[in-house]
């Protein structure tokens, strides 16, 4: 059980929104940064989004990201089907004082 | 280009030790902290720990501490993960990754490939 609590799967057909909640307490996502990951099938992690809402260089505006208490929610626009993967949040653990992560949400681009 | 390529593809017996590697390129090696993410066949991300390659400041993850070994060695560029006595439940891909800011608790922006490995008798 993760101590950040992600949907397991969501689902939306391809050039539509969809939204992915993280939720945590005041002592991770509360009082932390939130950052994303996509896991595309066989690969490793890739950043999607850093400090809640911050994009890497060459990441698309498609993907966003916000926080709010202790939530955070990252956002996929103009879905494809490349965007089929497991996304994770990531953040702080003040109590644990570790990383630590969603248990993941699998995208499906129906 | 930065980028962490780590060490190949592992199948080990219950009991025996292990170190696995993970060789930094393109970015100031001793300038940022590097993880290791355990992920179970299936399952999700997990956090083992944390190494800064400038001084060899060591975190552990409270679940991690004192079932694996850190380390690095700053002159090579590389960080490694270590067990002395291996189980089955370490079966599992183990990625390395580079934490993006100055601090311990910061993002992961560049990934290793992952080494996968197997335990079984």
């Known amino acids: 059980q993760s101590v950040l609590t992600q949907p397991p799967s969501v689902s939306a057909a391809p050039g539509q929104k969809v939204t992915i909640r993280c939720s945590g307490s005041s002592s991770n996502i509360g009082n932390n940064f939130v950052s994303w990951y996509q896991q595309l099938p066989g690969t490793a992690p890739k950043l999607l989004i850093y400090?809640?809402?911050e994009r890497p260089s060459g990441i698309p505006d498609r993907f966003s990201g916000s926080k709010s208490g202790t939530s955070a929610t990252l956002g996929i626009t103009g879905l494809q089907t490349g965007d089929e993967a497991d996304y994770y949040c990531g953040t702080w653990d003040s109590s644990l004082s570790t990383v630590i992560f969603g248990g993941g949400t699998k995208l499906t681009v129906l | 280009e930065v980028q962490l390529v780590q060490s190949g593809a592992e199948v080990k017996k219950p009991g025996e030790s292990l170190k696995i590697s993970c060789k930094g390129s393109?970015?100031?090696?001793?300038?940022?902290?590097i993880g290791w993410v355990r992920q179970m066949p299936g399952k999700g991300l997990e956090s083992m720990g944390i190494i800064y390659p400038g001084d060899s400041d060591t975190r552990y993850s409270p679940s991690f501490q004192g079932q694996v070994t850190i380390s690095a060695d700053k002159s090579i560029n590389t960080a490694y993960l270590q067990w002395s006595s291996l189980r089955a439940s370490d079966t599992a891909i183990y990625y390395c990754?580079?934490?993006?800011?100055?601090?311990?608790?910061?993002?992961?922006?560049?990934w290793g490939q992952g080494t996968m490995l197997t335990v079984s008798s």
């Open positions: 990754a580079r934490q993006r800011g100055s601090w311990y608790g910061d993002a992961f922006d560049i």
């Open positions: 393109g970015y100031i090696f001793t300038n940022k902290w």
């Open positions: 400090d809640n809402n």
